[in-house]
């Protein structure tokens, strides 16, 4: 019986980490909130004045919005909205719209 209980707990542990890991649609998921003003997938509406963030590099996404979110870029709204993502979930943003065509 000594030995069943570190088996059930490193199963549960093993359970717990699985349910845990990071979900792969997250990206997306977080994307999704962009299309209000950026489009379905970043795909701005031509004549809109919104970029495209669709196949932008990503890492000129993530200094657009590293400056938003610090206040160097002025903006309506982007600097409200960068405020309340992570640098992590910016991050996913950043790396699904570079990957969108």
């Known amino acids: 019986m000594k030995l069943l209980s570190p088996l059930v707990a490193a199963c549960l542990l093993a359970t717990a ?19 209000n003003c950026h489009g379905t997938n970043g795909q701005a509406v031509k004549g809109s004045g919104m970029d495209t963030l669709a196949g932008m590099e990503k890492a000129k996404i993530l200094q657009k919005l590293a ?5 160097d870029k002025p903006a309506s709204i982007m600097h409200q909205i960068s405020k309340g993502y992570t640098d992590a979930q910016l991050d996913l943003i950043a790396t699904y719209f570079a990957a969108q065509k």
Not at 17 to 35: Q, V
Not at 67 to 71: A, L, Q
Request: aromatic share 4%.
């Open 17 to 35: 980490a699985t349910a845990h890991a990071a979900d792969p649609n997250l990206g997306r998921n977080l994307a999704a909130t962009c299309a």
């Open 67 to 71: 400056d938003y979110k610090s206040g």
